[in-house]
């Protein structure tokens, strides 16, 4: 009888089906697992950011660095105390808008060198979360001026709008609610292990005339005071890298990871990034989260 020598067709076959099965089971497991290894990157991140924060204040007589970070196509919103500056080439020239250039990795470092916490921090890597995507694949935009580009951005985290975002004479210009009476000193931060700073967002490109911007301008837009909550406003997606989850420093100097209960938030987070969707407009349990630990106190608590 002759001694078998090898696997027959079916025993192959059987056994890569075992292996695509296993396959199968394990791959949410480890998605997980990695979201969740991300996800406590994310956190030092925020810690570490925080920190520098709070000791940029303790050195500057409790003032607030500049939570604006401005673009070219609006210099008269520069801060001389931002604490993050556009992206910009070795000569100190912005390089910040798709169509002119696409920063390279060294272009965002300068940019995050002339903000006032690099002292502190000395490494690019604590303003990126190793969860986004978005320096490696970008966002798909499509709009009136273009037909479809692709926008790339490496810092994942913002500062609310209310917190020094503009100079005081754009601040009382503004007509933004939001902005009516922004924080401009530690001291006035009422509740602060309630109060979060550096939240985790998803950049939402921004237009002017046809230029769209490849890193997170501004500030974090979010508006609760229009006419009560039911009529706030919900202008930029926040992050879910983490397992329909986004991290968040607060003024005490604590850091959480929030994880999204409701499925519109979840889907204008991940499924329209770098869009101009339509953000959930009904009050739910995310919005009234983020009404209740909204850096600037209001006598009127929602619930």
Same mark, same amino acid.
């Given at each position: +009888? ?7 067709? !079916? ?13 199968? !089971? #394990? ?5 997980? *697992?990695? =979201?969740?290894? /991300?996800?406590?990157?994310?956190? *030092?991140?925020?810690?570490? #950011? +925080? ?7 303790? =050195? ?13 196509? /609006?210099?008269?919103? %520069?801060? @001389? ?39 502190? #921090? ?21 709009? *009136?001026?273009?037909? +479809? ?7 994942s985290y913002s500062l609310p709008d209310c917190l020094s975002a503009l100079p005081e004479a754009q601040t009382a210009a503004s007509g933004y609610s939001w902005l009516a009476n922004p924080i401009r000193k530690m001291n006035q931060v009422?509740?602060? &292990?309630?109060?979060? $700073?550096?939240?985790?967002? $998803?950049?939402?490109?921004? *237009? &002017? ?13 979010? %508006?609760?005071? /229009? ?24 003024? %005490? ?11 519109? /938030? ?15 407009? =009904?009050?739910?349990?995310? +919005?009234?989260?983020?009404?209740? @630990? ?10």
């Amino acid at each position: +009888m002759r001694k078998k020598n090898g696997f027959t067709l !079916i025993e192959l076959l059987v056994v890569i089906s075992i292996i695509a099965l296993l396959i199968s !089971i #394990l791959m949410p497991a480890l998605n997980k *697992a990695r =979201e969740q290894a /991300t996800g406590s990157v994310c956190l *030092a991140n925020q810690k570490n #950011l +925080m920190l520098a924060y709070i000791m940029y204040a303790d =050195e500057n007589d409790g003032r607030l660095v500049g939570g604006y970070v401005s673009e070219t196509a /609006t210099p008269e919103l %520069d801060c @001389n105390y931002q604490w993050a500056y556009c992206p910009e080439d070795d000569n100190g020239d912005p390089a910040d808008v798709y169509g002119q250039t696409v920063p390279i990795l060294q272009y965002r470092i300068n940019g995050f060198r002339k903000g006032e916490l690099w002292k502190y #921090l000395q490494t690019h890597e604590v303003y990126h979360c190793p969860g986004d995507s978005r320096d490696r694949k970008g966002a798909v935009v499509s709009g *009136a001026d273009v037909d +479809m580009a692709y926008f790339f951005s490496y810092r994942s985290y913002s500062l609310p709008d209310c917190l020094s975002a503009l100079p005081e004479a754009q601040t009382a210009a503004s007509g933004y609610s939001w902005l009516a009476n922004p924080i401009r000193k530690m001291n006035q931060v009422k509740n602060p &292990s309630r109060r979060y $700073a550096f939240v985790e967002d $998803a950049f939402r490109a921004r *237009a &002017s005339g046809a230029s769209f911007y490849c890193f997170n301008p501004g500030g974090w837009s979010f %508006d609760p005071w /229009t006419n009560g909550i039911a009529d706030g406003k919900w202008w930029d997606p926040l992050a879910s890298f983490h397992n329909k989850a986004g991290t968040y420093s607060f003024f %005490d100097g604590h850091v959480e990871m929030h994880h999204w209960v409701h499925q519109g /938030t979840v889907e204008y987070s991940l499924n329209r990034v770098g869009q101009d969707p339509d953000p959930p407009v =009904e009050v739910n349990e995310d +919005m009234k989260w983020l009404w209740l @630990n909204w850096p600037v106190y209001h006598p009127y608590e929602y619930y």
